[in-house]
C-alpha cells in the first residue's frame, strides 16, 4: 500500500515458515540469475510497453521509456512524497543505474552524516488502462533487497502505478487512484497488494489503509531470489476487476461492486503511470517495526529485470471516446487533464470530492463527452464560492480545444462559502455529437473565485 498521503495502517505480519536453511539458500542462488528479456506475451495479448534494462553497466535508465522524481517530494506537493519517508531522490547513477546484465538497480545509500538518498522512476506513458471491454497486465520481475533482520529496518521497496491526473495536481489523492503491485518493509518475506480510492481518511475504500491482501513468496524469500509480480485489469467481466499476483498466483482481488460507481469511475476513468522505487522509513514501515536507525545496513539493491504491459480484447490500449454521458451527473474531479485546480472533501449531499481554487485562467478536462444526435441545449453546474466582496467570474463550457470560443457560460459570486452549494443552470448553443469538454473559468480579479461538484447537460 504505496500512499502518497496521510500515515499507513498497523497490519498483523503474515510470517512464513523457512523450514530448511541450506536447501533454501541453495534455491536463492539459483533463482538470483536474471532473464535476458521480458518473455513474450501469451496468446491473445499485445506487448505495450516494455523495458529489460540492457545496457551497458553503471548507466542510467532509458529517458525515453522513464522520468526520474528527484527530491523529497512533487513541486508544490506534499513534503517526504506524502509518505514520511526521510530520503531524497535523485537521478544519480549511485542510486539509479542498469548493471551490465540486463537489470536495473534502484540503490539507497546514505553518507557520513546520516543522510539517505535513493531512486524512484516513472513511466514517461501515463496511459495505461484496459481497453473497452479488454483487460490490461502490468508486470514486473524483481528481486528485493537481499537484507534482513535489523539491517533491514527502514527498506520499502515498491511497485505500482498512479492514476495520471495525479500529475500536475499532487493533492488529489487517494480520489484518482492508485495500484500497489508489490510493497516489502524492512525485509520481511512478505508482499502487499493494494488498490487506493475514494476519500481520506475512511471512505469507502478504508484509506488511508486503502483495500489491500498480502502473502509470502514461496521457494525462495523474496529477498533471496526474483519473482515475478503483476497486475491485470479486466473489463471483460460482468463486474470489472483488479487482479493482483505473485508468481501467477492471484493472492488479491479487488471488484468494482465494492465500492460506489463514483468512486469506482474517479479511480479508474483514466490512465496510469507505473513507478519503481525504495524508499527508506515511512509510515508503511512504521507498522513493521520503523527505521531506519542505526543498525541499518545502506547499499542494497531493488534488482529489476524487467518491466512490461500488455493488452488483450476489447478495441485498443485505451476506451473509446464517448464513455461519458453528456446527460448524466459529471464529477467535477473526474477530469483527464487540468490546470491550477485542487481537490478537497465536499460536504454537498452525497459527499464525494469537488474541485476548488479556481481563478482566472484555470480549467479542467473531461474527454469523450457523447451528446447524442439531439441537440443538447442546456447546462448546469452545482457550485459554491466564497470568494469577497466585488470578486466573481464565468464558469464557461468549450468543446475539444480550451481555446475554442464557450459555447456558453454562467457568472458566479459569492454564494455564503465555499461548502455552500448550489446549482446554477445556463443555455448553450446546441451541441451533439461526441467531444471533449473544457470547463474554463474566467475573472477579472486573480482571486479564486469557485469551487464545483459536478456538472451536466440536458436538452
Not at 30 to 48: D, K, Y
Not at 307 to 324: E, H, I, K, Y
Not at 401 to 423: C, D, E, H, L
Request: net charge negative; aromatic share 10%; charged share 15%.
Amino acid at each position: 500500500m504505496r500512499r502518497t498521503l496521510g500515515p499507513s495502517p498497523r497490519r498483523p505480519l503474515r510470517r512464513a515458515l523457512l523450514a530448511v536453511v541450506s536447501a533454501l539458500s541453495l534455491a536463492a542462488a539459483g533463482a538470483s540469475v536474471a532473464e535476458a528479456s521480458a518473455p513474450a506475451p501469451p496468446s491473445g495479448w499485445t506487448q505495450v510497453f516494455v523495458d529489460d534494462f540492457n545496457g551497458a553497466a553503471g548507466t542510467g535508465v532509458n529517458t525515453a521509456n522513464w522520468q526520474y522524481a528527484t527530491g523529497t517530494g512533487y513541486p508544490g506537493g506534499p513534503t517526504g512524497w506524502g509518505t514520511g519517508e526521510i530520503e531524497t531522490m535523485t537521478s544519480s547513477t549511485s542510486n539509479v543505474a542498469l548493471d551490465g546484465n540486463g537489470n536495473l538497480r534502484i540503490t539507497p545509500r546514505r553518507d557520513a552524516a546520516g543522510n539517505w538518498t535513493s531512486g524512484r522512476i516513472e513511466t514517461v506513458r501515463s496511459d495505461f488502462q484496459p481497453p473497452a471491454g479488454g483487460k490490461l497486465r502490468i508486470e514486473s520481475r524483481i528481486q528485493l533487497p537481499n537484507v534482513t533482520g535489523a539491517a533491514a529496518r527502514g527498506y520499502w521497496p515498491a511497485f505500482w502505478a498512479l492514476g495520471a491526473p495525479y500529475r500536475g495536481n499532487y493533492w488529489n489523492w487517494p480520489s484518482v487512484g492508485e495500484l500497489d503491485i508489490m510493497e516489502n518493509a524492512n525485509g520481511l518475506n512478505t508482499v502487499h497488494a493494494t488498490m487506493h480510492c475514494g476519500t481520506s481518511p475512511g471512505g469507502p475504500c478504508n484509506e488511508t489503509s486503502g483495500i489491500g491482501s498480502s502473502t509470502t513468496c514461496q521457494g525462495t524469500t523474496c529477498q533471496g531470489g526474483f519473482h515475478t509480480y503483476r497486475l491485470e485489469w479486466d473489463r471483460s467481466t460482468s463486474v470489472e476487476e483488479i487482479r493482483f499476483y505473485l508468481d501467477g498466483n492471484n493472492f488479491h482481488t479487488v471488484r468494482a461492486n465494492q465500492v460506489d460507481a463514483t468512486t469506482w469511475r474517479n479511480a479508474t476513468d483514466h490512465g496510469f503511470f507505473v513507478i519503481l522505487n525504495v524508499a527508506m522509513g515511512g509510515g508503511f514501515v512504521d507498522a513493521f517495526g520503523g527505521g531506519p536507525d542505526a543498525a541499518t545496513v545502506p547499499g542494497h539493491s531493488m534488482v529489476v529485470d524487467y518491466v512490461q504491459v500488455l493488452s488483450a480484447g476489447g478495441s485498443g490500449t485505451t476506451p473509446p471516446t464517448g464513455n461519458r454521458d453528456a446527460y448524466g451527473t459529471i464529477q467535477a474531479e473526474s477530469y483527464d487533464g487540468q490546470s491550477g485546480t485542487t481537490t478537497e472533501a465536499t460536504t454537498d449531499s452525497g459527499g464525494g470530492q469537488n474541485i476548488g481554487a479556481l481563478a482566472n485562467g484555470d480549467w479542467a478536462l473531461y474527454k469523450g463527452v457523447n451528446f447524442g444526435s439531439t441537440a443538447a441545449r442546456q447546462f448546469s453546474a452545482r457550485v459554491a464560492s466564497g470568494a469577497g466582496a466585488g470578486v466573481s467570474g464565468l464558469v464557461e463550457v468549450r468543446l475539444d480545444s480550451r481555446t475554442s470560443a464557450p459555447v456558453g457560460s454562467f457568472a458566479v459570486g459569492n454564494t455564503g462559502g465555499w461548502q455552500s452549494w448550489r446549482t446554477i443552470p445556463a443555455n448553450i448553443s446546441g451541441v451533439t455529437g461526441t467531444h471533449d469538454v473544457y470547463l474554463t473559468f474566467t475573472s477579472g480579479q486573480p482571486q479564486d473565485f469557485v469551487n464545483v461538484n459536478w456538472f451536466g447537460f440536458g436538452h
